[in-house]
């Protein structure tokens, strides 16, 4: 729905850069798109101090998009917003921009580490410490082992101990 004459910010090789107006209204972009890209935009230029302090207490369209930031400490506050539900402590799970600290504050709270899909999540997350993934493995339950202990994409030590649960159980 793009037009070939318009050469304006909205349609240059930037994604990230905002939808003029006059886009807006001649390809009716959605008024929440460009709301939410304002917002991207308002985030990373946001100084750190200010970040983490609002990912603290951010409200969910502001975790989502603060769930992206590059600085590990954002994540951090993030994930520790009491507001912060199941769902986004899931995709935090999955980020390849995981950090160590972040995914024991995960695998320490009694709240998230309920959900067998958390504990997985953390384990296959490669940026989850070792001995953290090793504690949580126990936790699993023996079809997710059994994945583990035949998969090329997991950890050694981790391959390793699943087979020998997968074993012990198997007894």
Known sequence: MTDESCSCACHTADPDSPACPDCVERHEIEPEAVKRQSRLD???AMPRPQKLIL???ADRATRVLL???VDPQ???YVCKNPRITLD???EVTKLATLSGPVADLIATSAQWVQS???RLNLVQNPKTPTPTALRLLAGLNIRH???MAKSWNIRPQIKQAAL???LERSR
Do not use: N, P, S
């Open 42 to 44: 308002e985030l990373r």
């Open 55 to 57: 990912a603290g207490k």
């Open 67 to 69: 769930m992206r930031d």
């Open 74 to 76: 954002v994540l951090f």
């Open 88 to 90: 986004e402590i899931l």
């Open 116 to 118: 067998e899909q958390v």
């Open 145 to 147: 082992l059994q994945t």
């Open 164 to 166: 020998k649960l997968v």
